[in-house]
Nanobody
Framework: VQLQASGGGLVQAGGSLRLSCAAS????????MAWFRQVPGKEREFVAG???????DYTDSVKGRFTISRDNAKNTVNLQMNSLQPEDTAVYYC???????????????????WGQGTLVTVSS
């Protein structure tokens, strides 16, 4: 599976962005999909995930602000980010894997495929 992330950019605090991740190479519908983010000097952090059957999970800091969705017909997974804050600034990566259980959704070692990352910068 090849993943291509897009949609990052510069936005003011309180603004919104929508990230998209396009998948190609294999049937998309059976994979768990997730978004992670990383800032320099820190570990990659789980942001949101969605299983093939629609189970979702979010890290606490984005609950109520971010929404992950997937369109299996278009082989895309999206991350709608609202009420962005400077602490959301990071490189965002999409990931795909076959987790076996949604309990592993936040574990980055469980994902087999990664996109190249898209930079989100939130100014104060």
């Amino acid at each position: 599976v090849q993943l291509q992330a897009s949609g990052g950019g510069l936005v003011q605090a309180g603004g919104s962005l929508r990230l998209s991740c396009a998948a190609s190479g294999r049937p998309f519908g059976s994979y768990d999909m997730a978004w992670f983010r990383q800032v320099p000097g820190k570990e990659r952090e789980f942001v949101a995930g969605r299983s093939p059957i629609g189970i979702t999970d979010y890290t606490d800091s984005v609950k109520g602000r971010f929404t992950i969705s997937r369109d299996n017909a278009k082989n895309t997974v999206n991350l709608q980010m609202n009420s962005l804050q400077p602490e959301d600034t990071a490189v965002y990566y999409c990931a795909a894997g076959t987790l076996g259980s949604s309990r592993y959704m936040s574990d980055n070692t469980r994902y087999d495929y990664w996109g190249q990352g898209t930079l989100v910068t939130v100014s104060s």
